[in-house]
């Protein structure tokens, strides 16, 4: 959470890989031109978003694909208890929106549910909300496909001040599987 990355700390916490520090450091400018220059810029951290349009490389409307597709069985990477925060991203939209004007210039906020949902729990909400109940789920895992870091779910006692969460996982993944579904190429 906000309180584990610490600029002002000794130790500010170990992002992961490349693209944590990448983060990591666009976070650290951002602070300096508050800081040394005035500049009225916050900094958001939204977790594990996904919407109608992302691209299919990206799990969540990869999985959602595979249950639309009736796949059989459904492959999920790594060990399929991973655990993510998804959140809309409506609600990463509306909750900027919302309290871009309540932070301090430098102030960071996680946007996320607070929620870790594994991917193997991901696959049978859809799978529930979208195949006929006479389809079994049949789930296997390739666990020489990364899984990523285990855990990432979102601190979210700063953004419950001000916003919270409005498009729950189910109604998500209602939404991408009828624009999946609109969208099918006919073969």
């Known amino acids: 959470?906000?309180?584990?990355?610490?600029f002002d700390a000794a130790r500010i916490g170990m992002p992961d890989q490349t693209?944590?520090?990448?983060?990591?450091s666009g976070e650290?400018?951002?602070?300096?031109?508050?800081?040394?220059?005035?500049?009225?810029?916050?900094?958001?951290?939204?977790?594990?978003?996904?919407?109608e349009d992302q691209d299919l490389s990206y799990p969540f409307p990869a999985l959602i694909k595979r249950i639309v597709e009736h796949e059989d069985p459904i492959t999920i990477w790594g060990s399929g208890d991973q655990l993510?925060?998804?959140?809309?991203i409506d609600d990463v939209v509306d909750a900027v929106f919302?309290?871009?004007?309540?932070?301090?210039?430098g102030e960071v906020m996680n946007l996320g549910s607070g929620v870790g949902t594994?991917?193997?729990?991901?696959?049978?909400?859809a799978h529930t909300a979208i195949v006929p109940p006479s389809f079994d789920l049949n789930i296997v895992t390739d666990a020489s496909k990364p899984e990523g870091v285990f855990a990432r779910v979102a601190d979210t006692w700063k953004l419950s001040r001000f916003y919270k969460p409005k498009v729950s996982l189910e109604e998500g993944i209602l939404r991408l599987a009828k624009h999946l579904d609109r969208n099918r190429e006919v073969v």
């Open 1 to 6: 959470g906000e309180a584990f990355v610490n």
């Open 19 to 24: 693209y944590g520090w990448s983060k990591l």
């Open 28 to 51: 650290y400018l951002a602070k300096i031109a508050a800081r040394t220059y005035g500049l009225p810029v916050v900094i958001y951290r939204p977790f594990s978003g996904y919407g």
């Open 84 to 88: 993510r925060d998804f959140i809309h």
């Open 98 to 105: 919302t309290t871009m004007h309540e932070m301090e210039p």
């Open 118 to 125: 594994s991917f193997r729990q991901i696959v049978a909400m």
